[in-house]
Structure formats: C-alpha cells, structure tokens
C-alpha cells in the first residue's frame, strides 16, 4: 500500500504547455505539502494545505496553483510552462503542522523543453 | 531566520566503517530536528525526529543522532555502514512558522 503516491512519475513538456501533478495520501493526515527540488537537490517547500485550507503559500509564481479537493488529495497545477520550471517536484503529508514528521511521496520529475 | 547547514556535500566511506553526517541549525526557540534519507530516484524517508528529552536518539537502518544544544548541532551517526546507505541524507528543522527548512544534502557513496 504506498502511503503518499504522485501522478506522473515523469512529465516532459514543452514550454508555455500547462500540466498537472496528482498526489495522494492514504494516511489519514490532515496536512499535504508541495516541494520542489531543483537540481542541485535543494529541498523548498511551496504550498501546504491543513483541512483543505492553503496555510503556506511561499514566493511562488502565480502560475503554480495548488488545489485540494479533499483532505486526502492535493493536485498542483502549473500553467505557461518555463524552462525554469523543470524540477522534481514532491508531495508530502503529516498528521498536523509543526511537531508532526512528514511522509514523502516518490516525486514527479518535470522536464520543460 | 532559522537555517541548516550541511558542511559536508559529499562524503565517501568504506563499507563497514564508521559514519558522521553533520548538520547545524540556526533557530531562536528549541528546535524540531529531523533526518531525511533520500535513495537515487525515490521520495525522502524519515530516518530519525528529536522533539525533546534524550538528546540522543535512535531511527530506523541502524541510525543514531544527538542533538547537542550548546553546538546547535544534530549530527547523524552509524557505527558500521553498509553498500544500502548510499544515498543523498537532508537534515531539517523545524517548524516555527509550521515548515520545514532543509539542508542542502549530503550525498554518501560507499565503497565496498
């Protein structure tokens, strides 16, 4: 049973096209996050979602949009695709912010040609 | 602002040596660390959290960390490494502001 699953495991893409990523967590937890790891392996965070609720919301370009139907599920959205985008992008839940570890998904690899 | 700082970018041992991956945090308030193991091509797994009281403590693969306040240090230990570890370690902490700050990796190649 995979705890915290992301759809696609690899996008590749043209510039200006808009993708999604899925992510999904079996867990129960009540909070899902959204990193980007660029490669140079530098780990940020972008969005985290509690209840469905956007409580983190990081120096991200407008065109990234994170959307949570449900506590179990966090989609993120990127229109107008940039070069600078291509990245691995990872999906993380936790039972509740701050003291709680988070569990990690196993990444989706974007690639903006 | 709260920081980790992971000296070593890349650390080569052999196998069944002794392993030290550092780690050392800026944070105003008693901090949330964690370690972070992430294989080639593969999500991060938690390897180990210290939250508060022993300042050592023990994860999972035969991992150990201590956390030492007067250093502001969280280093990661195994006494005896094996060819599975290799793999890219994060440390990180947190969360005051309810996220994680990330080190930037150190990246573990074993030889046999």
């Known amino acids: 049973d995979t705890a915290v699953s992301q759809t696609p495991k690899y996008l590749v893409t043209q510039m200006g096209n808009d993708k999604s990523i899925k992510c999904e967590q079996n867990l129960g937890h009540d909070t899902m996050y959204w990193y980007k790891q660029d490669s140079k392996k530098f780990l940020k965070i972008m969005f985290s979602y509690n209840n469905k609720e956007l409580i983190i919301n990081e120096t991200v370009p407008n065109r990234f949009s994170p959307k949570s139907p449900d506590k179990a599920h966090l989609n993120l959205h990127i229109n107008s695709l940039e070069l600078g985008d291509s990245a691995v992008y990872f999906c993380a839940s936790s039972r509740g912010t701050r003291e709680y570890e988070q569990y990690f998904g196993p990444g989706t690899r974007l690639t903006v040609t | 602002a709260q920081s980790v700082t992971q000296p070593d970018i890349h650390i080569t041992v052999s196998e069944g040596a002794s392993l030290e991956l550092r780690c050392n945090y800026s944070?105003?308030?008693?901090?949330?660390l964690f370690w972070y193991v992430q294989s080639p091509g593969q999500g991060l797994q938690l390897l180990l959290k210290y939250f508060s009281g022993d300042t050592l403590v023990q994860g999972i693969k035969g991992f150990e960390a201590e956390f030492k306040r007067s250093q502001s240090s969280f280093n990661l230990r195994k006494p005896s490494v094996h060819w599975s570890d290799a793999a890219e370690y994060f440390c990180?902490?947190?969360?005051?502001?309810?996220?994680?700050?990330f080190g930037t990796g150190t990246r573990l190649q074993v030889f046999p």
């Open positions: 990180a902490v947190g969360p005051q502001t309810d996220k994680l700050i």
């Open positions: 944070y105003g308030a008693t901090p949330y």
